[in-house]
């Protein structure tokens, strides 16, 4: 069956970083779209960064572009999100997910929390 293991998720400093991971399984991988979304508490669950499935295109949303990377390496079935310049707006629970056409997976998520 399809499953996601997240990591990588914890405390951060304002202007630090952190790197999360996503290994998937269960489908095949280099097929899909990945993308990050993240929910902040009392917000609506919204897209960070999407990547197509050879990595050849990239996308981020205005609130983390220059500051967020997203990458993947098919090999590995792995997908992840190098956040840099951290800001207490990043708080958050970060969720991978994965796309194709009508199939559509998610992770459990993982909490990133930005706080000096």
């Known amino acids: 069956q399809v499953q996601f293991v997240e990591s990588g998720g914890g405390l951060g400093q304002p202007g630090g970083s952190l790197r999360l991971s996503c290994l998937a399984s269960?489908?095949?991988?280099?097929?899909?779209?990945m993308s990050w979304y993240r929910q902040a508490p009392g917000k609506e669950r919204e897209l960070v960064a999407t990547?197509?499935?050879?990595?050849?295109?990239?996308h981020y949303a205005d609130s983390v572009k220059g500051r967020f990377t997203v990458s993947r390496d098919n090999a590995k079935n792995t997908v992840y999100l190098q956040m840099n310049s951290l800001k207490p707006d990043d708080t958050a629970v970060y969720y991978c997910?994965?796309?194709?056409?009508?199939?559509?997976?998610w992770g459990q998520g993982t909490a990133v929390t930005v706080s000096s």
């Open positions: 269960g489908f095949p991988f280099s097929t899909y779209f």
């Open positions: 990547i197509t499935s050879f990595g050849a295109s990239t």
């Open positions: 997910n994965a796309v194709q056409y009508l199939m559509d997976y």
